[in-house]
């Protein structure tokens, strides 16, 4: 299989990629040179780039390839959070129509997935039925933007329905572009244009022929399942999708493979991911040892100069609680009261009211909650503390080892949580949310016996105290 890998984490990927039997095409400068790859122009199977947030990656692939991919990852990283959609990016679906609005129809397309499509595009407003393909505008989304404007995509050119001979922008040589054009409106079949890829720009003519009648016979394989399968149905397999979290341990997993290729400095992949400063100190850090300087002189001066970009006792920061669903709940501002190489304290003021579950006791504006962990830790135990003082329960909250960064605390919460009630009374929480993201395949099985064992620990210490 072949991957093309950008971003952050390439050469630690790259390394994993290789040693699990997959072929880099398109490398960069940097990583052909690392690890002695040729140019490959090959269409890839799997295409890995950065998270807007750098908190891991994005991949789009082939089933096959996602999925070993997936295999690879959970094997090799502990803490790695993988969530595949369910969704086939452009992938063709029968789908049953199950509600609409005033902007658009609602159509149920199959493994508990409803897809969005503009109602302009629905010809008769009764219809029960739709030919939809998933949209990439909205790719992971839980409603997926679904179109009838159907496409049959191959590597190097692109079946559209109703639609002209097109050419990619990227392809800017004019004579290449005017030969593309002229062997599309040859090919193309009837009711159907030909977009040609950037890929197609150095293939034989044989080999774009070759492709137009494999998309072709697609076509015709489509009219056939559109009249035979019962709604919904997957009628033409697209791409799949993947996004995936490096917590803690993960990003020290990264660091280890990425030191086996090149100099790299402890924290490499966490540093990287604080942006501005902090990352270019560290890009520069790691050139002079690249260059032969003593790393023990280079670690010493790196960590001086980035000291004061993060938090110190009084800093106020953010706090990041990541569901493994991959939504980010922001809890508010926290005071930092201890923080060093070794453990983390902070406090938050409540805002609002409401209710403490588990505790079984209401949550009041004014409250304090008093949070502490050890880095690299698997809890966090906050004790909740009334406007007056009183102890109203503590939450020991499973979750990935805490990450400070220069102005927030991230972590990747594990669903589990034990509580203690103010009258000693322990309970453990939501371990069948942590059974549902195994199920899921949010997290291996490794790391669900981890989190399940930690909560085993945590509860009988409380109860015995050990």
Same mark, same amino acid.
């Given at each position: 299989?072949?991957?093309?890998?950008?971003? =952050?984490?390439?050469?630690?990927?790259?390394?994993?990629?290789?040693?699990?039997?997959?072929? =880099?095409?398109?490398?960069?400068?940097?990583?052909?040179?690392?690890?002695?790859?040729?140019?490959?122009?090959?269409?890839?199977?799997?295409?890995?780039?950065?998270?807007?947030?750098?908190?891991?990656?994005?991949?789009?692939?082939?089933?096959?390839?996602?999925?070993?991919?997936?295999?690879?990852?959970?094997?090799?990283?502990?803490?790695?959070?993988?969530?595949?959609?369910?969704?086939?990016?452009?992938?063709?679906?029968?789908?049953?129509?199950?509600?609409?609005?005033?902007?658009?129809?609602?159509?149920?397309?199959?493994?508990?997935?409803?897809?969005?499509?503009?109602?302009?595009?629905?010809?008769?407003?009764?219809?029960?039925?739709?030919?939809?393909?998933?949209?990439?505008?909205? =790719?992971?989304?839980?409603?997926?933007?679904?179109?009838?404007?159907?496409?049959?995509?191959?590597?190097?050119?692109?079946?559209?329905?109703?639609?002209?001979?097109?050419?990619?922008?990227?392809?800017?040589?004019l004579q290449k572009r005017a030969e593309l054009y002229a062997l599309g409106?040859?090919?193309?079949?009837?009711?159907?244009?030909?977009?040609?890829?950037?890929?197609?720009?150095?293939?034989?003519?044989?080999?774009?022929?070759?492709?137009?009648?494999?998309?072709?016979?697609?076509?015709?394989?489509?009219?056939?399942?559109?009249?035979?399968?019962?709604?919904?149905?997957?009628?033409?397999?697209?791409?799949?999708?993947?996004?995936?979290?490096?917590?803690?341990?993960?990003?020290?997993?990264?660091?280890?493979?990425?030191?086996?290729?090149?100099?790299?400095?402890?924290?490499?992949?966490?540093?990287?991911?604080?942006?501005?400063?902090?990352?270019?100190?560290?890009?520069?850090?790691?050139?002079?040892?690249?260059?032969?300087?003593?790393?023990?002189?280079?670690?010493?001066?790196?960590?001086?100069?980035?000291?004061?970009?993060?938090?110190?006792?009084?800093?106020?920061?953010?706090?990041?609680?990541?569901?493994?669903?991959?939504?980010?709940?922001?809890?508010?501002?926290?005071?930092?009261?201890?923080?060093?190489?070794?453990?983390?304290?902070?406090?938050?003021?409540?805002?609002?009211?409401?209710?403490?579950?588990?505790?079984?006791?209401?949550?009041?504006?004014?409250?304090?909650?008093?949070?502490?962990?050890?880095?690299?830790?698997?809890?966090?135990?906050?004790?909740?503390?009334?406007?007056?003082?009183?102890?109203?329960?503590?939450?020991?909250?499973?979750?990935?080892?805490?990450?400070?960064?220069?102005?927030?605390?991230?972590?990747?919460?594990?669903?589990?949580?034990?509580?203690?009630?103010?009258?000693?009374?322990?309970?453990?929480?939501?371990?069948?949310?942590?059974?549902?993201?195994?199920?899921?395949?949010?997290?291996?099985?490794?790391?669900?016996?981890?989190?399940?064992?930690?909560?085993?620990?945590?509860?009988?210490? =409380?109860?015995?105290?050990?």
């Amino acid at each position: 299989m072949k991957a093309n890998v950008r971003g =952050i984490y390439t050469t630690a990927l790259t390394k994993l990629l290789l040693d699990h039997g997959f072929e =880099i095409v398109n490398p960069s400068l940097t990583i052909k040179k690392r690890f002695g790859l040729h140019d490959n122009p090959a269409p890839p199977d799997l295409k890995i780039k950065d998270r807007y947030d750098v908190q891991g990656v994005r991949v789009l692939g082939t089933f096959e390839a996602v999925s070993k991919f997936h295999s690879v990852l959970q094997s090799s990283f502990e803490d790695v959070i993988t969530r595949k959609w369910l969704v086939s990016v452009d992938g063709i679906y029968k789908g049953k129509v199950v509600d609409l609005d005033e902007f658009s129809v609602y159509v149920d397309i199959g493994d508990g997935v409803v897809g969005r499509i503009p109602k302009s595009e629905v010809a008769y407003a009764n219809e029960k039925q739709l030919t939809v393909q998933v949209e990439r505008k909205r =790719i992971g989304a839980k409603h997926p933007l679904l179109t009838t404007n159907l496409k049959i995509v191959g590597n190097y050119a692109i079946l559209a329905q109703n639609s002209k001979v097109g050419v990619s922008l990227k392809i800017r040589d004019l004579q290449k572009r005017a030969e593309l054009y002229a062997l599309g409106k040859n090919l193309a079949p009837n009711g159907w244009g030909i977009i040609w890829r950037e890929t197609s720009a150095n293939q034989p003519q044989e080999a774009l022929e070759n492709e137009i009648r494999m998309l072709a016979d697609k076509v015709e394989a489509l009219k056939g399942k559109m009249a035979s399968a019962e709604a919904p149905a997957l009628l033409v397999d697209g791409l799949y999708f993947m996004d995936v979290e490096f917590p803690y341990f993960s990003k020290k997993g990264m660091d280890k493979l990425r030191a086996s290729v090149t100099p790299t400095l402890d924290g490499h992949h966490f540093f990287k991911s604080c942006g501005g400063k902090v990352s270019s100190v560290l890009e520069m850090a790691e050139r002079l040892l690249e260059e032969g300087e003593a790393s023990e002189n280079i670690e010493n001066s790196f960590r001086e100069q980035i000291l004061y970009e993060f938090p110190e006792e009084g800093s106020v920061v953010d706090i990041e609680h990541v569901k493994l669903s991959g939504i980010v709940f922001h809890l508010g501002q926290a005071t930092v009261e201890v923080v060093n190489d070794k453990e983390l304290k902070y406090k938050r003021i409540m805002r609002g009211n409401g209710f403490y579950d588990g505790l079984g006791v209401k949550k009041e504006a004014g409250d304090t909650a008093l949070s502490e962990t050890r880095l690299g830790e698997w809890h966090i135990v906050t004790k909740y503390f009334s406007s007056n003082g009183e102890l109203k329960g503590t939450y020991v909250n499973l979750n990935t080892p805490v990450e400070v960064y220069p102005h927030a605390i991230r972590y990747v919460d594990l669903e589990v949580d034990v509580c203690i009630k103010p009258n000693g009374a322990v309970q453990v929480l939501d371990l069948e949310k942590l059974e549902k993201a195994l199920e899921r395949g949010f997290i291996s099985k490794g790391l669900f016996e981890t989190v399940k064992g930690k909560a085993d620990e945590i509860t009988s210490a =409380i109860v015995f105290g050990k």
